[in-house]
């Protein structure tokens, strides 16, 4: 299923920047923005709370998954791996705020690139959103950001002009109990991730086969294959638009 936000465009864009108001500034994060979301209904249709594991190209995806989120579970903790989340005394406390969030039944949103990305690729999965799923026995849900980059990558202290396209896609919930290994549960999010990732800049069926299976893209590029300035030129695209795609169960 896909579903389009309707936010009005006229709030002005300079509010993203300075509302601190939480609603207020998703409001003004989705005027910025035109949202498009895939697969909500995943989620919709299942049980939580859940763990969501997902890439972190840009400063807008918190408001933007807290907007996207909170009309489906309610309201979401936000977490990052790449902030040491579960390492040493300061990840320690973030990864037990998260625990108990995650036993009073609310949900949790794990930025789960073990490192920020300057370029919008993505980088390797921490296994911190998998070891909460598994301790929770929470279903670990991967979300796939893309298109946040392109609307306000680090350098710009504004989204661009336009209300750019952003595309969240939600993937099947993975299960997670005591018998699951962390590491192998963060590469299928991460693996999940990147397939939603190439489906939304090219042919989703031809994406989904590339990482089938291997786990590595046959045939595409690695990050460590690719120069910087093609990274950050596949992340800012916004010529080429996802055409409408029929969701196969």
Same mark, same amino acid.
């Given at each position: 299923?896909?579903?389009?936000?309707?936010?009005?465009?006229?709030?002005?864009?300079?509010?993203?920047?300075?509302?601190?108001?939480?609603?207020?500034?998703?409001?003004?994060?989705?005027?910025?923005?035109?949202?498009?979301?895939?697969?909500?209904?995943?989620?919709?249709?299942?049980?939580?709370?859940?763990?969501?594991?997902?890439?972190?190209?840009?400063?807008?995806?918190?408001?933007?998954? $807290? @907007? %996207?989120?909170?009309?489906?579970?309610?309201?979401? !903790?936000?977490?990052? *791996?790449?902030? +040491?989340? #579960?390492?040493? &005394?300061?990840?320690?406390?973030?990864?037990?705020?998260?625990?108990?969030?995650?036993?009073?039944? $609310? @949900? %949790?949103?794990?930025?789960?690139?073990?490192?920020? !990305?300057?370029?919008? *690729?993505?980088? +390797?999965? #921490?296994?911190? &959103?998998?070891?909460?799923?598994?301790?929770?026995?929470?279903?670990?849900?991967?979300?796939?950001?893309?298109?946040?980059?392109?609307?306000?990558?680090?350098?710009?202290?504004?989204?661009?002009?336009?209300?750019?396209?952003?595309?969240?896609?939600?993937?099947?919930?993975?299960?997670?109990?005591?018998?699951?290994?962390?590491?192998?549960?963060?590469?299928?999010?991460?693996?999940?991730?990147?397939?939603?990732?190439?489906?939304?800049?090219?042919?989703?069926?031809?994406?989904?086969?590339?990482?089938?299976?291997?786990?590595?893209?046959?045939?595409?590029?690695?990050?460590?294959?690719?120069?910087?300035?093609?990274?950050?030129?596949?992340?800012?695209?916004?010529?080429?638009?996802?055409?409408?795609?029929?969701?196969?169960?």
């Amino acid at each position: 299923m896909i579903r389009r936000a309707t936010v009005s465009p006229l709030l002005p864009l300079a509010a993203v920047a300075v509302l601190a108001h939480r609603p207020l500034r998703r409001a003004a994060v989705r005027a910025a923005v035109d949202v498009v979301t895939w697969g909500v209904e995943e989620i919709a249709e299942g049980t939580g709370p859940f763990v969501f594991a997902a890439n972190h190209p840009s400063s807008l995806d918190g408001p933007l998954l $807290r @907007s %996207v989120l909170e009309p489906v579970v309610g309201p979401v !903790a936000v977490a990052s *791996d790449a902030a +040491g989340l #579960g390492r040493g &005394a300061a990840g320690a406390v973030g990864l037990g705020a998260a625990r108990v969030t995650l036993r009073a039944g $609310r @949900s %949790v949103v794990v930025f789960a690139e073990a490192e920020r !990305a300057d370029d919008g *690729d993505l980088r +390797g999965f #921490g296994t911190a &959103a998998a070891r909460l799923a598994i301790e929770a026995g929470a279903p670990l849900v991967p979300v796939a950001i893309d298109g946040t980059f392109a609307a306000l990558p680090p350098w710009r202290p504004l989204p661009r002009a336009g209300r750019p396209r952003v595309t969240v896609t939600f993937s099947r919930p993975i299960p997670a109990g005591a018998s699951d290994e962390p590491a192998e549960l963060a590469h299928r999010a991460e693996q999940a991730v990147q397939t939603a990732i190439d489906g939304t800049r090219g042919p989703w069926f031809a994406a989904h086969l590339a990482h089938a299976g291997s786990g590595e893209g046959d045939g595409a590029e690695s990050h460590s294959g690719r120069a910087r300035w093609r990274r950050i030129w596949g992340s800012t695209r916004t010529d080429a638009r996802p055409a409408r795609r029929r969701t196969w169960r």
